[in-house]
């Protein structure tokens, strides 16, 4: 079992920055591809951006000029750059890892954007 805890959410005005962290608590499996989803109220959870072992990096394209993921999977650890956000940006932000025996999601981190 592979627990994922999300941190970094929080209150920002549009235009301002925040920065997400997700940590795994199992070092020893296997994290083919960590990602971040989110989930706005009254919306079907969004893909938001994907860090894999081996390959590039993706985004949603509404946030590939403005957020950065970044990670270190020695760590198990995946991180969110957010910049210029917007009140659209709000939602609650999960983190998810893909392994061969199973995918995992945390509990999510509340991001507002106000505006």
């Known amino acids: 079992q592979v627990h994922l805890v999300e941190s970094g959410g929080g209150l920002v005005q549009a235009g301002g920055s925040l920065r997400l962290s997700c940590a795994a608590s199992e070092r020893s499996i296997r994290i083919n591809v960590m990602n971040w989803y989110r989930q706005a109220p009254g919306k079907q959870r969004e893909f938001v951006a994907s860090?894999?072992?081996?390959?590039?990096?993706m985004y949603a394209d509404s946030v590939k000029a403005r957020f950065t993921i970044s990670g270190d999977h020695a760590q198990n650890m995946v991180w969110l750059q957010m910049n210029s956000l917007k009140p659209e940006d709000t939602a609650v932000y999960y983190c998810n890892a893909i392994t061969y025996t199973g995918d995992y999601w945390g509990q999510g981190t509340q991001v507002t954007v106000s505006s």
């Open positions: 860090f894999p072992s081996s390959g590039s990096t």
